[in-house]
């Protein structure tokens, strides 16, 4: 009886962690770029990057033993590859595209220039821009609420801009994009190297009896 309740929240909790949302935050302003990791409500600041603690300080001091250089695999035929994959590639991107979700877009953009003539002209090409982009994330993304504002200032000598971003996705839909490429590169990387240890088996075999037929003729000799 006690096994069954540990299995059945051991299944709660690996339900609960898929449907568990992932989110990634971006903005921009005259300060500067930023990009969070969000898991939950626990965030990770991914840029800038956070200050190193004095733990860190300390084992970075300490000086490491030099690595054994390794030799690197190369993978013959990568190109083969490439193209066996391209196909489930482009399904994960579809399920991608489909699961990401924007669940928020703030763009403020204050286009200024001394020029009142360039300005305008400048503006039009702005909100032109700003509407093609709306119509391109419609079309191929769901948008919860987005916030876009163009707007002409002849005193600034340059454009002013300040964006923010939020994407998100379940813990579920990101292993059901991962999982099917994840399985399809396996098993694509195993069959190229099947083929190319059947492609090597008979060219070795030829010349062992290269080798044994010319091991032969200096006996006789």
Not at 6 to 14: D, I, N
Not at 43 to 61: M, T
Not at 184 to 210: C, D, I, N, V
């Amino acid at each position: 009886m006690i096994g069954w309740i540990l299995l059945a929240l051991l299944a709660l909790l690996v339900l609960l962690a898929c449907c568990l949302r992932m989110r990634v935050s971006a903005g921009y302003d005259e300060r500067g770029g930023w990009v969070k990791l969000w898991v939950g409500p626990k965030g990770i600041s991914l840029y800038p990057k956070p200050a190193p603690s004095e733990k860190k300080l300390r084992k970075k001091k300490k000086p490491k033993a030099p690595a054994k250089q390794r030799e690197t695999p190369t993978l013959g035929g990568a190109l083969d590859l490439a193209l066996d994959l391209l196909p489930e590639v482009k399904a994960a991107a579809g399920r991608f595209r489909r699961a990401l979700r924007i669940d928020e877009l703030y763009l403020h953009l204050v286009w200024g220039e001394p020029d009142p003539a360039d300005a305008a002209i400048h503006y039009g090409r702005a909100w032109g821009a700003a509407e093609a982009l709306m119509a391109f994330l419609r079309a191929n993304f769901t948008v919860k609420r987005h916030q876009i504002q163009v707007d002409l200032n002849y005193q600034l000598e340059r454009p002013r801009l300040t964006a923010r971003a939020s994407l998100s996705l379940t813990v579920a839909q990101l292993l059901a994009v991962a999982l099917p490429l994840a399985w399809a590169a396996l098993t694509t990387l195993w069959r190229h190297r099947k083929q190319s240890r059947a492609a090597a088996a008979p060219s070795a075999a030829h010349e062992r009896k290269g080798e044994e037929h010319n091991g032969k003729e200096s006996s006789c000799q």
